[in-house]
């Protein structure tokens, strides 16, 4: 990783970010894209909308490519996940083992028997697995592309066959020898990424603010990323109690200037590590 910042300057190099003028544009369009990429079909949806699930697709997908580590056929075994997920009570068997399942259904991994030791089997990322990858990195590279854009990092995405998979190794070695980003804002991501459809709340009440449009609905926020109407109500409960959401003098849920800041101050965090790993070849 020769050249790659200290892992220790990652607020540093978010608080970098959030200071340059055309931040507020960046954070306009991440918003923007992360909202598209929620609205994806509901067993889709299930794997993006909780920290932990997403966290076990993320070591997947890094065990499938650090070929380098693990050989040429990966290292994306059910014993290794598991010693990845339990080590630091990341995620719990349960939730493994869920979330394995969910990747199946939704065709986005199959199994292949190990050809030395039959007893164990590899998961294989499907194409339509990386065809969700390029969803989910595109609404990254946008952002970033909005703060540096001579690095391109949109066209790299298109155009370069190895970034995706550069990008999974670095970022999954990173992940897993230092403090994964989120455990830096542990309050926030308890709320937007431990509660299911928390996410998609926040996402739709900023976005409304941003594009100057009137609050969203409870019904608008379930029917568009596949929620009830009474876990959307809930939500909304919770996040005043939390001060994440207020009530204007029309009776609308809007967001508080705490959701904001820290809202942005996480983008911030995301952006920069996905920075730092997407590099050219």
């Known amino acids: 990783m020769e050249g790659r910042p200290a892992t220790g300057d990652l607020l540093g190099e978010a ?46 997908l890094y065990l499938h490519v650090d070929h380098e580590r693990f050989g040429p056929e990966g290292g994306a075994t059910y014993a290794r996940l598991l ?20 990747l199946k259904l939704t ?3 199959v199994t292949q028997r190990n050809p030395v030791d039959r007893r164990s ?27 540096q854009p001579e690095l391109r990092r949109a066209q790299q995405l298109k155009d370069d066959q190895g970034f995706v998979d ?17 455990d ?13 459809g928390a996410g998609a709340l926040i996402i739709a009440l900023i976005l409304a603010v941003h594009e100057g449009a009137p609050p969203p609905s409870r019904q608008g926020v379930a029917r568009r990323f596949g929620l009830s109407k009474t876990q959307v109500s809930n939500l909304m409960v ?4 939390l001060g994440f959401f207020a009530v204007d003098d029309a009776g609308a849920l809007v967001p508080t200037a705490r959701l904001n800041e820290d809202f942005r101050r996480w983008i911030s965090i995301e952006l920069a590590f996905y920075a730092r790993h997407m590099r050219p070849a």
């Not at 991440?30 to 697709?57: C, D, M, Q, W």
């Not at 010693?83 to 969910?102: D, F, I």
């Not at 550069?166 to 989120?182: K, M, N, Q, T, Y």
């Open 166 to 182: 550069r990008f999974l190794v670095s970022g999954g070695r990173d992940h897993i020898e230092h403090e994964p980003p989120a």
């Open 15 to 60: 608080a970098a970010l959030r200071a340059l003028p055309v931040f507020e544009q960046a954070v306009h369009e991440y918003t923007r894209g992360l909202a598209r990429f929620r609205e994806a079909p509901r067993l889709i949806n299930k794997l993006t909308s909780h920290e932990a699930r997403f966290r076990v697709v993320g070591y997947l």
């Open 83 to 102: 010693e990845l997920c339990t080590r630091r009570q990341e995620v719990g068997p349960r939730v493994l083992k869920t979330t394995l399942t969910l």
């Open 238 to 241: 919770e996040g005043q109690g």
């Open 121 to 147: 089997v590899y998961y294989r990322p499907t194409h339509r697995m990386y065809g969700f990858i390029h969803q989910w990195l595109a609404y990254a590279v946008n952002a970033l592309d909005a703060l």
């Open 107 to 109: 065709r986005f991994i």
């Open 184 to 196: 830096h804002m542990p309050e926030f991501i308890a709320f937007f990424g431990g509660r299911e």
